[in-house]
C-alpha cells in the first residue's frame, strides 16, 4: 500500500508544479511580450514579434513620460490617492471607534446602515452628483472626486479597523482616563499608535482603489490637466495602429510602479487587498 | 469611565465626519437616483415627470437593455465558472505545503495589484489581429488566423470575460488559501489516518468547510461582473454591433453620451436592484446549505 502510494506521488507532484509553472507562464509572458514590444520599432513588432528588439528604444519611455501628458496624469492620480487616502483613514478610524467602543442607542443600526453602503454601485451616485455638481455650478472635479472615493472607502475601512479596535482591551483607556486624560486624547494617544498594522493595511487597500479608478474619473474630469493616470493612457488606444510603441510603454508605465511596490511589500498587499472580504 | 463613553459630543465629533461624507455621496444620490428614473430630462430643458415611462420603455421597446442583460448573465456566469473552479484548483494545490508555494502565489496575484485599466489595453494589444499575441502564438502551432477577437460579434464579449478572469483568479486564490488555512490541521491528519486519500480529502473535508469562503467570492465575483464596465469600454466600448454591450455600458451611453439623465437612472435602478438583490440570494442560497 505504501509503496504504491510513493510510487505514484512523484508523478502526482510533477503533474501539480508542471500545472502551475504553466500558469505563472501565462501570467507573465504576456507583461514580458507587452515590454520587449514597447522597445521596438513598429516594423519589428510587426515583422519578428518574438525576438529581442535589435534597437533597445528607452527612449519612448522618456517621451510617453513627457511629450503625452503622462508626468501630469500620473501627478495628479498620486494627488487624488494621498489626499483621498488620509481623509477617509482619518475620519474612519474615529468613526470606527465611535462605533465600537461608544455606548449609544443607534450604534447597532448606524453600523449596518453604513455596510449596507458596500452594496450600492458606484453607476447609481454618478447621475445625481453630475446633475448637482452642474447646477452647483462646480467646475473643479477635485472635490467630487475625492468625496467619492473617500465616500466608496469609508464602509470596508470602518468594518477593518472596528474589528481591529474591539480586539484590544478597553482598561488601555481606563487606565489614561484615571490619569485625567479626556477620551478623544487617549484615543489619539493610546489607540492610534496601537492600530498601525491595520492602517497599513486599510491604506494599502484604499490607495489601490484610487489609484486604479476609471469610472468615476471618466464621468468628473473634462480638462486635461486633471486627468488621472488610468483616464489618461486610456486615449493612446485611439492611435494605436500608427504607433504600437507609445501605447505599450503607457502600459508598462501604469504597471510598473505597482510591480516595484509589490514586489517589496507582497505580503502586506496581499493580505491588505483581501482583508475586507476574509473578515466578511 | 462609563460616562465618558456615552458622552453624547464625544461621539458626534468621532462618527459624523466619516458619516455626513458618506451620506453626502452614498445614500443620498442613490435615493435621488430612483427618483430621477421617473423623470425625462437632458439637464438643459425642463424637467419632467413621467412616472414608470422609462421603465416601460426600457422592459418593452429598448431592445439594446435586453441585449445588455443577456451579455451582462453570461458575463456573470462565465466570470463564475471561469474563476472559481481555477481559484480553487490552484489554492488546494499550494495550500499542501508545496516548495516555492509564496512565489507562485505571488506571481498569480500580481495581476491584481494593475489598474482594470492597464489590463484591458495589455488584452487589446494581446487580441488584435494583425500584431496580437493570441493569433501569433496560434501562427506558431499552425493556425492561421486574421481573427479580430475583440471586433467579432460571437468572440468579442468572451474575449472581455477571459481578460478579467487572467486578472483576478489570484484574487480568489489567495481568499481560499485563507479559508483552507484556518482548517484546522487536526481535522486534516486525523482524516488523513482514516484513510482519505487526497480526492476524498479535498471534496468531503476541505470543500465543504469552505463554503463560508466560497460564499463570499461568490458575491464578489457575481457583484462585480454585474457592475463590470471599464473593460468593456476599453476593449470593444459595448461593440461590435452591441455584442459586449452589459448593463454598466448601456446606461453610460444612454446618460452621458446621448444625455437621458432619467432614462440612464432608470437603468441604474435596475443595475442596483440586481447587485443589491443576488447579493441577498447568494447569502441565503449558501445559508440554507450551511444548515445540511
Not at chain 2, 463613553?5 to 465626519?17: A, H, S
Not at chain 2, 415627470?49 to 456566469?77: H, Q, R, S
Not at chain 2, 486519500?197 to 468531503?204: A, D, I, S
Amino acid at each position: 500500500m505504501n509503496r504504491v502510494l510513493t510510487g505514484r506521488q512523484p508523478i502526482i507532484k510533477i503533474i501539480k508544479y508542471m500545472f502551475l509553472c504553466i500558469y505563472s507562464i501565462a501570467i507573465i509572458y504576456p507583461l514580458l511580450f507587452v515590454l520587449m514590444s514597447s522597445l521596438k520599432s513598429n516594423n519589428e513588432i510587426f515583422s519578428t514579434p518574438f525576438a529581442l528588439p535589435t534597437v533597445w528604444n528607452f527612449k519612448i519611455y522618456y517621451d510617453v513620460w513627457t511629450k503625452f501628458n503622462v508626468q501630469v496624469y500620473f501627478l495628479n492620480s498620486v494627488y487624488y490617492a494621498t489626499v483621498s487616502v488620509a481623509i477617509c483613514v482619518v475620519i474612519s478610524c474615529m468613526a470606527a471607534y465611535g462605533l465600537t467602543r461608544m455606548k449609544w442607542k443607534l450604534k447597532g443600526a448606524t453600523f449596518a446602515f453604513i455596510l449596507l453602503g458596500l452594496m450600492v454601485p458606484m453607476h447609481s451616485e454618478v447621475v445625481p452628483l453630475y446633475i448637482g455638481l452642474n447646477k452647483l455650478g462646480f467646475r473643479d472635479p477635485k472635490i467630487t472626486l475625492i468625496g467619492i472615493f473617500v465616500a466608496f472607502a469609508i464602509p470596508t475601512t470602518i468594518f477593518i479597523v472596528s474589528g481591529f479596535i474591539q480586539s484590544l482591551p478597553i482598561e488601555l483607556e481606563e487606565s489614561a482616563v484615571i490619569e485625567g486624560c479626556g477620551l478623544i486624547k487617549a484615543f489619539f494617544l493610546i489607540i492610534v499608535p496601537l492600530l498601525k498594522p491595520v492602517i497599513a493595511t486599510v491604506i494599502i487597500f484604499n490607495f489601490l482603489g484610487v489609484w486604479n479608478d476609471f469610472f468615476a474619473g471618466l464621468i468628473f474630469i473634462s480638462q486635461e490637466g486633471d486627468k488621472t493616470l488610468q483616464l489618461g493612457i486610456s486615449r493612446f488606444q485611439g492611435n494605436f495602429s500608427t504607433r504600437y510603441a507609445d501605447l505599450l510603454a503607457a502600459i508598462m508605465i501604469t504597471i510598473i510602479p505597482s510591480i516595484i511596490v509589490y514586489s517589496v511589500l507582497q505580503d502586506q498587499i496581499i493580505s491588505g487587498l483581501t482583508a475586507g472580504a476574509v473578515k466578511g | 469611565m462609563d460616562r465618558m463613553l456615552r458622552d453624547r459630543k464625544t461621539i458626534l465629533i468621532l462618527v459624523l465626519p466619516a458619516f455626513i461624507i458618506f451620506l453626502i455621496f452614498i445614500p443620498a444620490p442613490a435615493v435621488v437616483s430612483v427618483l430621477l428614473s421617473l423623470v425625462k430630462w437632458d439637464m438643459i430643458g425642463e424637467m419632467k415627470f413621467v412616472g414608470l415611462d422609462n421603465f416601460k420603455f426600457l422592459f418593452a421597446t429598448d431592445y439594446v437593455f435586453w441585449i445588455a442583460v443577456k451579455n451582462t448573465l453570461i458575463f456573470v456566469v462565465t466570470s463564475a465558472i471561469l474563476q472559481m473552479p481555477m481559484a480553487f484548483l490552484l489554492a488546494n494545490i499550494l495550500s499542501r505545503g508545496m516548495k516555492g508555494k509564496t512565489f507562485f502565489r505571488n506571481v498569480i496575484f500580481l495581476p491584481v495589484t494593475f489598474s482594470g485599466v492597464a489590463v484591458s489595453l495589455m488584452f487589446y494589444f494581446v487580441y488584435h489581429p494583425e500584431v496580437g499575441l493570441l493569433n501569433r502564438l496560434l501562427a506558431l502551432i499552425g493556425i492561421n488566423t486574421d481573427l479580430s477577437w475583440l471586433g467579432n460579434e460571437k468572440t468579442a464579449l468572451l474575449a472581455v470575460v477571459f481578460t478579467l478572469a487572467w486578472q483576478w483568479i489570484g484574487y480568489h486564490m489567495v481568499i481560499f488559501m485563507a479559508g483552507i488555512t484556518n482548517i484546522p490541521v487536526e481535522l486534516i491528519e486525523a482524516a488523513k489516518i482514516d484513510g482519505c486519500n487526497e480526492w476524498k480529502l479535498t471534496w468531503n473535508i476541505i470543500f465543504p468547510l469552505l463554503l463560508p469562503v466560497i460564499k463570499i467570492s461568490a458575491v464578489l465575483i457575481v457583484t462585480s461582473s454585474l457592475k463590470a464596465f471599464d473593460m468593456v469600454y476599453i476593449m470593444t466600448f459595448g461593440g461590435p454591433n452591441h455584442a459586449s454591450e452589459v448593463l454598466a455600458s448601456h446606461m453610460y451611453t444612454k446618460t452621458f453620451a446621448q444625455m437621458k439623465f432619467g432614462y440612464g437612472s432608470a437603468i441604474a435602478t435596475v443595475l442596483m436592484f440586481l447587485c443589491i438583490g443576488s447579493t441577498v440570494l447568494i447569502n441565503r442560497m449558501f445559508t440554507s446549505k450551511d444548515v445540511e
